[in-house]
């Protein structure tokens, strides 16, 4: 069984139009990843979360989440945006943001897309330490650690910024199991 969570009931939509013309059934919930009340207690086998953590302020939130939903010996698996070209980035990449660029900086970055955008996003940046300790503090151990570097003729970057993203890893990836309850 596939159980997909989003915040989106756009995104869930679309997934859900995806998955019934591959004639997969998911089930799918509307929510907040910092509250799974939706999914029963060690009902999992795994918790994938691809380019969403840098969106939630309170990831020991999440983890303790992912705890109690997986099974023992579970899996977690989340890609984030790399804390290293984040700080870097804050001054060389995005320095119209204004955002800290220390690398021990753990707060917002509120940006658009696009200038003309009437909408914006927010981010939370946080150093490796944290990711690490907290999975550590909810009961998982990790298993294995990623840092990818984009293709270079996967981009259509400026020199500065491709120079500098070829150099530092722009992606985390993280597999975690569940060792005991949190």
């Known amino acids: 069984d596939v159980t997909c969570l989003d915040l989106s009931g756009n995104q869930l939509l679309i997934g859900g139009e995806l998955a019934h013309k591959a004639k997969v059934y998911i089930k799918q919930i509307e929510a907040d990843m910092t509250d799974l009340s939706a999914v029963p207690s060690d009902s999992m086998d795994l918790v994938l979360s691809i380019s969403a953590l840098m969106y939630v302020e309170n990831i020991d939130r999440v983890f303790s989440e992912g705890n109690r939903v997986l099974k023992t010996g579970g899996r977690l698996i989340f890609s984030t945006n790399h804390p290293v070209t984040m700080a870097i980035g804050a001054t060389e990449l995005w320095p119209e943001e204004k955002s800290d660029p220390n690398y021990n900086y753990r707060g917002p970055i509120v940006w658009k897309w696009e200038e003309e955008d009437n909408f914006h996003f927010t981010n939370y940046r946080r150093p490796m330490m944290d990711y690490i300790n907290t999975l550590n503090r909810n009961a998982f151990r990790i298993l294995r650690m990623e840092e990818l570097l984009p293709k270079a003729e996967d981009t259509d970057w400026g020199e ?10 722009s992606v985390l990836v993280m597999e975690a199991k569940k060792i005991k309850e949190s």
Not at 160 to 169: A, C, D, G, S, V
């Open 160 to 169: 500065t910024e491709k120079l500098i993203r070829m150099r530092f890893p």
